[in-house]
């Protein structure tokens, strides 16, 4: 198999993890992860559900993110699909299954718990998360702007405090003005 990247030199097998044989581009050090590789290796790994929270990790976007690469098996185009949870970068998933991952990814992804969940970052479901993430962030970004950060943030916590509070309509009534003190 040829490296999708640099000069299409052939691919070297690794272990990512133990049980985990993938295939290193010497050149660039990305990853190929077959499809049946990851699938033997996740269905050895303990049974508990990893988490997968908003992290902030030093995770730098490869400068091959944009380059559209070729499947290793198949030579057909890969699709990107952007991890979110914190992560910036997109990874490739071939019509195979098989994932390729720039150099540094792997290690991201593990970092945060999402090595685990690699075969569900080109679902739909997940997709549609990653846009909500980042329409929340656009708002909360527009809000700090409007606002200020001071305010936001206060804002945020009394928001919190009325979410189950049981005079939750008479404090928002006060809030805009209809209610005196």
Not at 46 to 63: D, G
Not at 132 to 161: F, I, N, S, W
């Amino acid at each position: 198999m040829q490296s999708p990247l640099g000069s299409h030199k052939g691919l070297e097998r690794v272990e990512l993890e133990p049980g985990l044989v993938a295939h290193r581009c010497p050149e660039t050090l990305g990853h190929w992860i077959p499809l049946e590789n990851y699938q033997n290796w996740h269905a050895a790994q303990p049974a508990e559900e990893p988490t997968h929270e908003m992290v902030s990790v030093k995770a730098e976007v490869s400068e091959f993110d944009d380059v559209p690469k070729q499947c290793p098996e198949s030579g057909a185009v890969m699709m990107r699909y952007r991890v979110g949870h914190g992560l910036p970068f997109r990874i490739d998933r071939s019509r195979t299954g098989g994932v390729w991952l720039d150099a540094g990814e792997w290690e991201a992804l593990k970092s945060c718990g999402l090595h685990r969940l690699t075969h569900r970052i080109s679902t739909a479901p997940w997709q549609q998360a990653v846009r909500q993430q980042d329409m929340e962030a656009t708002v909360h970004a527009q809000l700090e702007e409007r606002l200020g950060e001071d305010l936001l943030q206060r804002l945020t916590a009394l928001r919190a405090e009325l979410a189950n509070h049981p005079q939750r309509d008479a404090a928002l009534a006060f809030l805009k003005g209809g209610g005196k003190a």
